[in-house]
């Protein structure tokens, strides 16, 4: 037997399986549990109405994934609804519409039928929001943007007071406006207020400007996470500086400040990014 074989095994025994329900110990976190129950983060939120996945010693998590409950009910997707509003009215975050019913995407289409753990109404025309996955706005290149009104001094002063109208923002998948934004959306929309022109994709953000480690980070920095424990990246936001990064958070579903060294990102974190010349183009640069 080979020596790979055998650690595979003596892991296994080592590792107790966990029942049905399961009492959080000391130095728990929702991904160590999530991956000894065989369940996504998404799924072990979803599956005990956890809105965050800071967990307290004691807590008792319910860990069945089961067939849905009797008192859940189908929705049927119609003209006007996107996957945050269905889940707004649902009481429910995007993140746990798209476990409950197995989606990797928050693209929906016309006819398509959801689960929900209570009943919605349907949109009537007048409350039907104008659509929000609108094209990424086409931005000339970066030397030939005007910035002449962007104000002087710190990249991370400038950022922070360009974020605040955002506060509060919705979380719109492929959204790029403070009617709904997503994280890559709302670091392109800001850099482009600093003349800086970013693709709307936060795995493409990781490729530009210069790596940075974590103890020297400045505001203005991207930082970059895996939320979904694929190995790469799949969000993004801005260093402001004191341990904060704003970012369109889909867990909260709006905009918000947030800490680095909170448990759920500090746990996530992949890296950083600096935007130097020529992608920074600032007044006096």
Request: glycine share 8%; charged share 15%; aromatic share 6%.
């Amino acid at each position: 037997m080979t020596r790979p074989l055998l650690l595979t095994l003596a892991l296994a025994l080592l590792t107790p399986a966990l029942a049905d329900a399961y009492t959080v110990q000391a130095g728990d976190t929702a991904y160590s549990v999530a991956r000894r129950a065989g369940l996504s983060v998404d799924q072990l939120l979803t599956l005990n109405a956890l809105t965050s996945p800071n967990l307290r010693a004691g807590q008792v998590l319910n860990l069945t994934l089961s067939a849905p409950s009797p008192s859940s009910v189908t929705y049927t997707v119609a003209p006007g609804d996107t996957a945050y509003n269905i889940a707004r009215r649902a009481n429910l975050s995007v993140d746990a519409l798209l476990s409950l019913n197995n989606l990797s995407s928050a693209d929906l289409r016309l006819g398509q039928v959801l689960t929900l753990p209570v009943a919605i109404a349907p949109l009537t025309p007048s409350s039907a929001p104008a659509p929000l996955r609108a094209a990424a706005p086409t931005l000339p290149p970066v030397s030939a943007l005007s910035v002449t009104a962007l104000p002087t001094g710190d990249i991370g002063a400038d950022l922070r007071a360009l974020g605040t109208p955002w506060l509060g923002a919705p979380y719109v998948w492929g959204g790029a406006s403070t009617t709904g934004v997503d994280c890559s959306g709302l670091t392109m929309e800001l850099y482009a207020q600093l003349g800086v022109k970013l693709p709307h994709q936060s795995a493409q953000q990781f490729t530009l400007g210069d790596s940075v480690d974590r103890d020297t980070l400045e505001p203005g920095d991207l930082v970059f996470f895996d939320t979904e424990g694929g190995g790469h990246v799949t969000h993004v936001g801005i260093y402001l500086g004191d341990d904060e990064f704003i970012n369109a958070n889909s867990y909260l579903g709006r905009v918000s400040i947030d800490k680095l060294s909170s448990t759920y990102f500090a746990t996530r974190y992949l890296g950083a990014r600096r935007l130097t010349p020529p992608l920074t183009a600032r007044r006096g640069l």
